[in-house]
């Protein structure tokens, strides 16, 4: 079956593989991640299960790191409405690398991007949403100290000048062949990969050094850091790495991203309890037609959701995963069951999310950068 990711659509079921070949990026080797357990202790669940699975020169982050020259990480968000658990990975494990490797964090709101993009949308629209956005991210626990969020619209003087040092060295043949952007494309998406670049580079103006950078992102942003790392020598910068996950499953089959404008296949930061039991209880699993036949038969794990939810976030412990997995699989385990525990876990992370999100409101401003 086919699949096709670009940074704006996901269709059909990925395979990761076949991505990694035909984006041209390596795969996160055992050896590598040795490497980040020596630095780091215990490696984050995200490395261990490879939801993390990819990169463009992670290695490279470590020597560097290690001959004491620290990286600076950077990853962002296109704040077309409100943040579901999809988004959240990236910045997840960006707290996590900013924890154990005490550095820098830069988050770019591209309200810009998704202005430009979705015709339905109002730029005051996606500004607001940027903000709120902001929060969630704010909430997971980045270093005030050494985390800096900016909107591309607030922040443009400042971004405009790396914007157009960059946008100067890639040609429209470039953009069309990597984003497959056509005649019938506005301008401004034609020129906002120069924008979505300049991050890249601007630890290294902000930080008056040469600096490394490291985006973790899921690999359908990877274009974006193969024209930015193709004009990086140029500029006198180093080339930004990169580390990719795989996507967060939709609640409603094991097909693509989840999207943020179907709102039963994700749970949103601000859901309420109530809505996400209801999505978990809808969801799509690997039980069988009847409780005779699954008792019989087992279930799916392979295919199912509630799993995958497991597996991605609600489960951290490897031993009970298999034994879930286990239990799925000989019929003892059934859906109701299983999905009311993940209903149950779900609906506390989502409660203590949003009362670390009601007191990022209050700190919200110490993050931002502003011209
Ligand atoms: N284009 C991204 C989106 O639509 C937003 C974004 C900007 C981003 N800079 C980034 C994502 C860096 C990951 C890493 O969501």
Not at 48 to 63: A, E, G, M, P
Request: aromatic fraction near 14%; glycine fraction near 6%.
């Amino acid at each position: 079956m086919g699949f096709k990711v670009t940074p704006w659509e996901v269709e059909g079921e990925v395979d990761y593989d076949k991505l990694i070949k035909e984006f041209g990026t390596s795969p996160l080797t055992d050896d590598i991640l040795e490497r980040v357990k020596k630095i780091t202790g215990e490696l984050h669940p995200f490395l261990r299960r490879k939801i993390f699975f990819s990169h463009r020169d992670f290695d490279w982050i470590l020597d560097m790191y290690e001959k004491g020259v620290p990286f600076a990480i950077y990853t962002g968000r296109g704040p077309s409405g409100h943040t579901h658990l999809g988004h959240m990975m990236p910045w997840i494990f960006c707290q996590y690398l900013q924890e154990r490797f005490d550095v820098n964090m830069y988050f770019q709101i591209t309200d810009d991007e998704k202005f430009m993009h979705r015709r339905e949308l109002t730029l005051e629209k996606t500004r607001h949403y940027g903000y709120d956005n902001a929060l969630d991210f704010v909430a997971l626990g980045f270093d005030p100290e050494k985390t800096f969020i900016f909107s591309d619209i607030d922040y443009a003087k400042t971004l405009y000048g790396i914007a157009v040092k960059i946008a100067k060295n890639v040609t429209f043949s470039t953009v069309k062949a990597v984003f497959g952007f056509t005649n019938s494309t506005n301008i401004g998406m034609i020129f906002f990969p120069a924008i979505q670049g300049v991050p890249c580079f601007l630890p290294s103006e902000l930080e008056k050094r040469k600096a490394p950078v490291l985006i973790p992102a899921a690999i359908d942003q990877d274009p974006y850091w193969r024209v930015t790392r193709d004009v990086a020598e140029k500029l006198g910068y180093y080339k930004p790495a990169a580390i990719h996950n795989i996507f967060f499953p939709s609640l409603e089959g094991p097909s693509g991203k989840m999207s943020a404008s179907v709102g039963q296949s994700a749970i949103f930061t601000v859901d309420t309890p109530e809505k996400v039991r209801k999505k978990v209880m809808n969801a799509f699993t690997g039980g069988r037609e009847t409780v005779e036949e699954q008792k019989k038969l087992g279930g799916n794990p392979q295919v199912c959701t509630v799993f995958q939810y497991f597996y991605f976030l609600f489960e951290p412990d490897d031993a009970k995963l298999e034994e879930r997995k286990a239990a799925c699989k000989s019929g003892e385990l059934l859906c109701g069951y299983c999905k009311k525990e993940l209903a149950d876990r779900l609906v506390i992370y989502v409660r203590e999310h949003q009362e670390k999100r009601e007191k990022a409101k209050k700190v919200l401003d110490q993050f931002l950068l502003k011209d």
